[in-house]
């Protein structure tokens, strides 16, 4: 059996997700540099608001189940301080990306009646399933692989270039790669503050691996599913 050997419980994750990372970067990168960016970019803000849609609520939900288990063996000390508190900090970021694809010309209405992909609904519902059947820990596995590895500004200039479309629809991609370096390292040192189990300490790499593996196959699904015809419309 493979083990993870680390100082602390950061450094185990990430071992965990770099075993895993360069197939995201793949994918990513397949996607970032495709000839035809100018018309998957508005599908690639659409896949993000499906993700960052869901963040508030599976923090809401996390912490719900952190004071249900305040009483037991499995309780987490400051996890629910921590939530509560990353949950202001993410609140209305789905409304900036639905305002980066009316930038584009493109309806919030037409972006909130269709629905996100069986990828997307099982990179994020794996999450509900864990918080709610076994344990909240698992979604900073999840937040981690999201947070840990932001976009730089120098690579946005580049697809802004590169897509021709206008800077304000890279409100959001902008603001991340500039307030994820600071929300990594909150969430680095409350991860390395915390006192968990092997069992919690294993699900919380296994969830970051799934998120990782399902961000892969998203991406890899713009690239395949492109329109055959032009048009940068969802």
Known sequence: MFRVLADSESERLRAKIDLVQPVLWSAEERLLTHPRIAELYPHYLFLCHCIVRASVPLMETARRRVEELSATSDSVAGLDTYLERHELEERDHDTWLLEDLESLGIPRSSIL?????????????????????????????????????????????????????????????????????????????????????PEQSTLMGLSAMHTVAALAAACEELTQRLPRSGGGGI
């Open 113 to 197: 009646r269709r629905p996100p992909t069986a990828t997307v609904a099982g990179l994020v519902g794996a999450q509900y399933y864990w918080i709610l059947h076994y344990h909240p820990i698992a979604l900073l596995g999840y937040m981690a692989v999201l947070e840990w590895n932001p976009p730089s500004l120098e690579d946005i200039d580049d697809l802004v270039e590169r897509t021709g479309h206008p800077r304000a629809a890279f409100r959001t991609l902008i603001e991340h790669a500039e307030l994820d370096p600071t929300h990594a390292q909150e969430l680095q040192e409350m991860i390395n503050g915390l006192r968990l189990n």
